[in-house]
């Protein structure tokens, strides 16, 4: 073909682009965002959370290996203070408060299983042996020293 056969043609990525800039400029930015958030949401029925999880980790080794653990404190940075700039600085002090809020109710629950499982551990230790149970570890004699776990 001569250059005169190709006066006027673009390449894929030309096309591409001007298409989706028509396409943007007739519906909207958010179109795109709906469209998007339907494909999402389709990959995650057929593939499952782990898939986004899994791809999102590689991408994530692959910045790394790129440009560096130092490029995650920096843009770390950048939007704490972008977030700082937009919400203020009293918006780091109301999550802070919910999450050591969370934190506390689920040591609670922990305590609270915890406590359930030991109570659960008394009342079958105090029950006779099913057949086929293990029989309960005995303390060591008194010249042996206490293994892990054992008191002493």
Do not use: C, H, W
């Not at 995650?72 to 704490?80: D, N, Q, R, V």
């Not at 506390?104 to 079958?124: C, N, P, W, Y």
């Not at 309960?136 to 776990?149: D, I, L």
């Amino acid at each position: 073909m001569s250059d005169k056969d190709n006066k006027g043609s673009m390449t894929v990525a030309e096309a591409g682009r001007k298409g989706g800039e028509t396409v943007r400029n007739e519906r909207g930015r958010e179109f795109y965002e709906t469209i998007g958030r339907k494909g999402g949401a389709t990959v995650k029925a057929e593939r499952g959370r782990s898939f986004y999880e899994e791809i999102g980790r590689k991408g994530g080794e692959t910045v790394k290996a790129e440009r560096g653990a130092k490029f995650y404190e920096e843009i770390g940075k950048k939007g704490g203070d972008r977030v700082k700039a937009t919400r203020g600085p009293n918006f780091y002090e109301e999550i802070g408060r919910k999450g050591g809020q969370k934190v506390k109710k689920l040591i609670e629950e922990g305590k609270r299983a915890a406590r359930a499982a030991m109570a659960a551990q008394e009342a079958t230790a105090g029950a006779p042996a099913q057949e086929g149970a293990a029989p309960p570890s005995t303390p060591p004699s008194s010249g042996e020293p206490a293994g892990p776990g054992q008191n002493e």
